[in-house]
């Protein structure tokens, strides 16, 4: 595996990791929608670190809140 392999994902590995179609993330690129992404020699690539990053900006609950605690 080289060291692009590892540290960037093409629009088909994309897809499998998040289990939705290659076509959602056309659809979010062309919203400008989901996250950075790299476009080079007409190949569009994702940054280990940008996807990352917007997986955890996705989260939903807060880490500090207990369900049912009240607090």
């Known amino acids: 595996m080289s060291t692009l392999d590892l540290r960037h994902f093409n629009q088909v590995q994309l897809s499998r ?3 939705l179609s290659p076509r959602t993330l056309e659809r979010w690129r ?3 929608a989901g996250p950075p992404y ?3 020699g ?3 690539v ?3 670190e940008d996807v990352e990053s917007f ?3 996705q989260t939903k609950n ?4 207990h369900i049912g605690g009240g607090k």
């Open 17 to 19: 990791r998040w289990s």
């Open 30 to 32: 062309w919203l400008k």
């Open 38 to 40: 790299l476009k080079i």
């Open 42 to 44: 007409g190949r569009v």
């Open 46 to 48: 994702y940054r280990l």
């Open 55 to 57: 997986e955890a900006a």
């Open 62 to 65: 807060d880490p500090g809140t």
